[in-house]
């Protein structure tokens, strides 16, 4: 039984575990949160993972787990993901869009480095990255990606600031720049646009632009690539988690299919 710790009781967390429980391959057994005498936190997590406890930090000692699941958000990368790296132990990471900040995919990938482990950045709600990965290699000149979600989605962004998201009754082209810049301006909204930009070009020269859309009722998301391979086109139509508008479920199940498969003899 492979013994985890997951980093985050959000909604992609609660989802996880909610997927994940019964699974005799995996025991999750503590869930880090910032504040572990929480008693709404400690009574959810009761009912989610019996057995499983709260704690502030990842135990890296003795009893350190046998894989880590981030679900938690970008400043979790550098305070608990890096760390544990550079103990030796292996983690799934979903925030992606923490890596465009300057520097940090280079301090993940040398604290993997230094511990002797790996940190699979997961692909969330986007599909065909392991098609881009391998159109890389042979010849990858052009990626362009698109996302397209409803005005509500973009509640609490820089998009608030600049439209009345109640009024918008057409699309509405919110951005347009590298996918660095995307995941900067809108942390919460575009770790798609950076695990294309890097499975492919990277993240300067991957091109984003998001538009709020009253006409789609999903988060939308589109993949145009080109080069000596020939030609990629991918259109998603995911349907936002019920707890969480700016994320979508297929992000919940891209986890757990992670989780679960690191514990099987076969993937795919």
């Known amino acids: 039984m492979k013994r985890v710790t997951m980093i985050g009781f959000g909604a992609i967390g609660a989802g996880v575990l909610e997927l994940v429980r019964g699974n005799p391959e995996i025991a999750i057994d503590t869930v880090v949160v910032p504040d572990p005498a929480d008693a709404a936190l400690r009574e959810a997590l009761r009912r989610a993972a019996p057995g499983a406890k709260l704690a502030a930090e990842v135990e890296l000692g003795a009893g350190r787990p046998d894989l880590i699941v981030e679900c938690a958000g970008h400043s979790a990368i550098g305070q608990h993901v890096i760390p544990a790296l550079e103990r030796g132990v292996p983690c799934l990471v979903i925030s992606v869009g923490a890596l465009s900040e300057d520097g940090l995919a280079e301090r993940l990938e040398e604290a993997a ?156």
């Open 113 to 268: 480095r230094r511990g002797g482990t790996q940190a699979q950045l997961l692909p969330g709600a986007i599909g065909a990255i392991d098609a881009l990965a391998a159109a890389r290699l042979g010849g990858l000149e052009e990626v362009r990606y698109v996302g397209r979600k409803p005005p509500q989605a973009w509640k609490g962004t820089p998009a608030e600031a600049e439209l009345d998201l109640d009024m918008v009754d057409e699309p509405v082209r919110i951005f347009v720049g590298t996918a660095r810049e995307a995941a900067h301006r809108f942390p919460k909204n575009a770790n798609v646009a950076a695990t294309v930009a890097l499975a492919g070009l990277g993240l300067d020269a991957t091109r984003v632009e998001l538009w709020a859309d009253p006409r789609v009722e999903e988060n939308q998301h589109h993949i145009d690539a080109q080069g000596a391979f020939g030609r990629l086109e991918l259109t998603m139509s995911g349907k936002p988690l019920r707890a969480n508008p700016k994320t979508s479920a297929l992000t919940v199940f891209c986890v757990a299919r992670a989780l679960t498969n690191s514990a099987h003899a076969i993937t795919i």
